[in-house]
Each structure stands twice: as C-alpha cells, then as structure tokens.
C-alpha cells in the first residue's frame, strides 16, 4: 500500500509544526560571516582555497560529499531507466 500526503503551508510553518529550533539568527551571522571572508576573493583559486579551508574536514569533506552526490544522482536515473523501460511513468 501507498500512501502519498501533500500538505501547503509555509517553511515557517513547517518548522513550527515539527517542532524545529529557529536557526534565522545564527544563519544570518554565519551568511554574513561568509560574505564578509569573500569580499576579497578575486580568482576561482582563491575561492576553492577558501571552500576547502571552511568545509566539514577540508577537503576530504568536500570529495566525499561530490561522491555522495553523484551517487545519488545516479542511483535516481538508474530508477527511472527502470521505470520507463518497464512503461511505467514517474508519478508527479
């Protein structure tokens, strides 16, 4: 059995309803952290440099999240190889 549920409402609301701390203070110091450590950057160099000093793990982190990622998108068109060679469509 199958059970799909939609439920309208806004990410606010969301929040709120699954019990979910408001991050909206932090986020805005961190964003403007960041901004403020870019305004220097003036080459994609300097920009990686960057990523990869801030990133969970550095590097490493940065390698296995592409990973993880590319993983997934291909485990996703693998699924829907499948699907549209059995016929089926996938359902919206």
């Keep these: 059995m199958k059970v799909n549920v939609e439920v309208e409402c806004t990410p606010e609301e969301a929040r709120r309803f699954l019990g979910l701390p408001d991050v909206t203070r932090a986020n805005d110091v961190y964003v403007d952290a960041i901004a403020k450590a870019m305004q220097g950057m003036n080459s994609v160099d300097q920009l990686q440099g960057f990523a990869k000093q801030i990133a969970p793990m550095g590097e490493m982190g940065l390698k296995l999240f592409q990973q993880f990622v590319e993983q997934g998108a291909g485990a996703a068109m693998a ?3 499948a699907g549209a060679a ?7």
Excluded: R
């Excluded at 059995?86 to 919206?92: I, V, W």
């Design 79 to 81: 699924g829907f190889k």
């Design 86 to 92: 059995g016929g089926d469509k996938p359902k919206t």
